[in-house]
């Protein structure tokens, strides 16, 4: 044989890279059909924990969190994408602050360790108890979200007034936060930011540190956010001049875009990195500022990737238009197809199939024909009952949107590192669930 015929065998000897823009940065393709993260067989974890699992990947949040922590910036992970004890531990670990939006989110931080002052408290109702417990524990800071809240937090406290710039970050409706017309922050132009800033200022336990604003989530553009950096840097210059005072901080909250197919749009960091300081100098010598230090929320783009949902195939149903692969789980670990029509991309794992691939749709257990996890996956025309499939890139609101539909018990995750695995969550059992349910 010649050395171009032995080529290709030799390459399919050899552990494949994935695409690094959807997989965890560690992810290999093993000759034997099998994945490796982290040195960890995905096929041997499945033996060991059972499926449905949400697996992530440590090393890749660690590196996502160097990445954002690399820029002139506060970093505040927002825990809505994931938290649990041991994240918290790792983003406290890791230098970042942190975004919590609820008693439930708080609580898990404090019992973890969390600093207290590195936490900052959002919501657009917060309830008295939640603002009392940030209270008790010294949180770092509040994001006024209404002008109501601002009599009900406890002082003394520093607070950021969110404010609605009416931007349009072009992204699905359900997650769009800095247009008018919508639940959060106070209006910019409809002057409720003003009222909030001075009511805040009339408050003498309370300390304005500075102003928020969050575009909304899988935001792909740059320019979103420089338009956000002209209007408040504006707002700042209108309130040092009506009120005397220069506010230290400016938040931009998260957004940031990632890809869950390949070849999707995914957010420009280095390209936010070169331009919004940028922008920032320059709107803030024009209005005769000192820049403010910037804060950036980042949940998704830390999450995202880090993570991946391991499935059993349970039946291979053909109709007469449509091949159905059925697995284990479904709309309770994922319900973001449903509600945002998000795509994703599966991956046969622990054989390899010369079998020709074929479009089917990858469905879940649960009693709604909408319960389909992927319309349109790429899979070999074999796949079978008891296959295991990956998809990838479900570190960020999939745990944390997960329920109990049908009473199916939530997924573990399991975290893995240095070829180990580690239990951050158990699998949730029918014992679980029956506990809450008084007889
Ligand atoms: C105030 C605030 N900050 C940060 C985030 C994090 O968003 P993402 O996960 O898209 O970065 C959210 C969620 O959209 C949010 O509401
Ligand atoms: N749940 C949304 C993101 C919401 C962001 C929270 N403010 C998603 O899965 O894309």
Same mark, same amino acid.
């Given at each position: 044989?010649?050395?171009?015929?032995?080529?290709?065998?030799?390459? $399919?000897?050899?552990?494949?890279?994935?695409?690094?823009?959807?997989? +965890?940065?560690?992810?290999?393709?093993?000759?034997?059909?099998?994945?490796?993260?982290? =040195?960890?067989?995905?096929?041997?974890?499945?033996?060991?924990?059972?499926?449905?699992?949400?697996?992530?990947?440590?090393?890749?949040?660690?590196? $996502?969190?160097?990445?954002?922590?690399?820029?002139?910036?506060?970093?505040?992970?927002?825990?809505?994408?994931?938290?649990?004890?041991?994240?918290?531990?790792?983003?406290?670990?890791?230098?970042?602050?942190?975004?919590?939006?609820?008693?439930?989110?708080?609580?898990?931080?404090?019992?973890?360790?969390?600093?207290?002052?590195?936490?900052?408290?959002? =919501?657009?109702?917060?309830?008295?108890?939640?603002?009392?417990?940030?209270?008790?524990?010294?949180?770092?800071?509040?994001?006024? *979200?209404?002008?109501?809240?601002?009599?009900?937090?406890?002082?003394?406290?520093?607070?950021?007034?969110?404010?609605?710039?009416?931007?349009?970050?072009?992204?699905?409706?359900?997650?769009?936060?800095?247009?008018? *017309?919508?639940?959060?922050?106070?209006?910019?132009? =409809?002057?409720?930011?003003?009222?909030?800033?001075?009511?805040?200022?009339?408050?003498?336990?309370?300390?304005?540190?500075?102003?928020?604003?969050?575009?909304?989530?899988?935001?792909?553009?740059?320019?979103?956010?420089?338009?956000?950096?002209?209007?408040?840097?504006?707002?700042?210059?209108?309130?040092?001049?009506?009120?005397?005072?220069?506010?230290?901080?400016?938040?931009?909250?998260?957004?940031?875009?990632?890809?869950?197919?390949?070849?999707?749009?995914?957010?420009?960091?280095?390209?936010?990195?070169?331009?919004?300081?940028?922008?920032?100098?320059?709107?803030?010598?024009?209005?005769?500022?000192? +820049?403010?230090?910037?804060?950036?929320?980042?949940?998704?783009?830390?999450?995202?990737?880090? =993570?991946?949902?391991? %499935?059993?195939?349970?039946?291979?149903?053909?109709?007469?238009?449509?091949?159905?692969?059925? #697995?284990?789980?479904?709309?309770?670990?994922?319900?973001?197809?449903?509600?945002?029509?998000?795509?994703?991309?599966?991956?046969? #794992?622990?054989?390899?199939?010369?079998?020709?691939?074929?479009?089917?749709?990858?469905?879940?257990?649960?009693?709604?024909?909408?319960?389909?996890?992927?319309?349109?996956?790429?899979?070999?025309? *074999?796949?079978?009952?008891?296959?295991?499939?990956?998809?990838?890139?479900?570190?960020?609101?999939?745990?944390?949107?997960?329920?109990? %539909?049908?009473?199916? +018990?939530?997924?573990?995750?399991?975290?893995?590192?240095?070829?180990?695995?580690?239990?951050?969550?158990?699998?949730?059992?029918?014992?679980?669930?029956?506990?809450? *349910?008084?007889?």
């Amino acid at each position: 044989m010649t050395l171009a015929e032995l080529l290709p065998t030799y390459r $399919r000897s050899l552990p494949e890279k994935l695409c690094t823009s959807v997989w +965890p940065t560690s992810a290999e393709a093993m000759p034997s059909g099998d994945l490796v993260v982290s =040195g960890v067989s995905l096929t041997e974890l499945a033996d060991r924990f059972g499926t449905p699992g949400y697996l992530l990947d440590v090393p890749t949040v660690r590196e $996502r969190c160097r990445a954002y922590r690399a820029l002139d910036a506060e970093i505040a992970y927002a825990g809505k994408a994931f938290l649990c004890r041991r994240m918290a531990r790792l983003i406290a670990e890791e230098g970042l602050s942190l975004d919590v939006c609820s008693a439930g989110e708080l609580a898990t931080a404090l019992s973890a360790g969390f600093p207290a002052e590195r936490i900052l408290l959002h =919501g657009n109702a917060k309830t008295h108890q939640e603002l009392r417990a940030a209270a008790r524990a010294g949180v770092g800071r509040v994001v006024v *979200d209404s002008l109501a809240e601002i009599d009900r937090i406890p002082g003394p406290q520093d607070v950021l007034v969110r404010v609605t710039p009416g931007i349009d970050g072009r992204t699905h409706r359900a997650v769009a936060t800095g247009v008018e *017309d919508q639940k959060f922050g106070l209006s910019l132009a =409809g002057g409720q930011a003003a009222v909030a800033v001075a009511r805040v200022l009339a408050r003498p336990e309370l300390r304005l540190v500075g102003l928020h604003c969050h575009l909304g989530s899988q935001i792909a553009e740059v320019s979103g956010y420089e338009e956000a950096v002209r209007r408040l840097v504006a707002f700042l210059a209108e309130i040092a001049v009506r009120h005397g005072v220069t506010l230290p901080q400016l938040n931009l909250g998260g957004g940031h875009a990632v890809a869950y197919c390949p070849g999707d749009a995914a957010f420009d960091l280095p390209g936010f990195a070169a331009r919004i300081p940028r922008v920032l100098a320059y709107e803030c010598r024009k209005h005769g500022l000192v +820049p403010p230090r910037l804060t950036l929320e980042p949940g998704r783009a830390i999450a995202a990737r880090a =993570g991946l949902t391991l %499935y059993r195939v349970v039946t291979v149903k053909h109709s007469s238009t449509r091949t159905y692969v059925a #697995v284990d789980g479904g709309f309770s670990d994922n319900p973001r197809p449903e509600l945002y029509g998000s795509r994703y991309t599966a991956r046969l #794992v622990g054989r390899t199939s010369d079998a020709q691939k074929r479009s089917m749709s990858v469905v879940g257990r649960h009693c709604e024909a909408g319960d389909v996890l992927i319309p349109d996956a790429q899979l070999p025309s *074999d796949i079978r009952a008891g296959d295991l499939l990956a998809v990838p890139c479900t570190g960020a609101y999939h745990h944390s949107m997960a329920s109990t %539909y049908n009473l199916v +018990p939530r997924p573990p995750v399991l975290a893995l590192e240095d070829g180990t695995t580690e239990v951050w969550i158990r699998r949730e059992t029918e014992a679980d669930l029956l506990h809450r *349910d008084i007889a």
